[in-house]
């Protein structure tokens, strides 16, 4: 099955602001200690049935969110491209077995120092 990603720039931007929650990346408190965090946060990013749901959060709800984020984290300060397969293989998992394989057309990825040369426009 394949799915595709309409709204990826709006997504990106909620994953991206989830990160910036996170303590470390402050270098000071968690800007999501708890569920009215959650809550305000849902609100701001995701209002609608998700914000409702942050409304409904336990503490493993929470702890979850928490996981979450750190796996984003981990995606986009290491962003090449077999981690990047694997962490969004793991991420899709919980959709009942949505799984993203490499293109084989695209080649062996590049490592991090081997990024290819923007292509020159004419």
Known sequence: MQVPLDDYVWAAG???????TA??????????P???ALVAFADLHVPGAPSALA???RAADLRAVHALRT???DLI???????LISGATKLTRPAQ?????????AGPS?????????????
Request: glycine share 4%; aromatic share 2%; net charge neutral.
């Open 110 to 122: 590049p490592s991090a120092t081997e990024r290819p040369s923007p292509t020159p426009s004419r």
């Open 34 to 36: 708890d569920r009215a």
């Open 77 to 83: 300060d290491h962003p090449d491209r077999d981690r």
């Open 14 to 20: 909620v994953a991206t602001e989830l990160v910036n």
């Open 97 to 105: 077995g949505a799984t993203l394989l490499p293109d084989p057309r």
């Open 55 to 57: 409304r409904r959060a």
């Open 71 to 73: 796996t984003v984290r």
């Open 23 to 32: 303590a470390e990346v402050w270098r000071g408190d968690d800007h999501l």
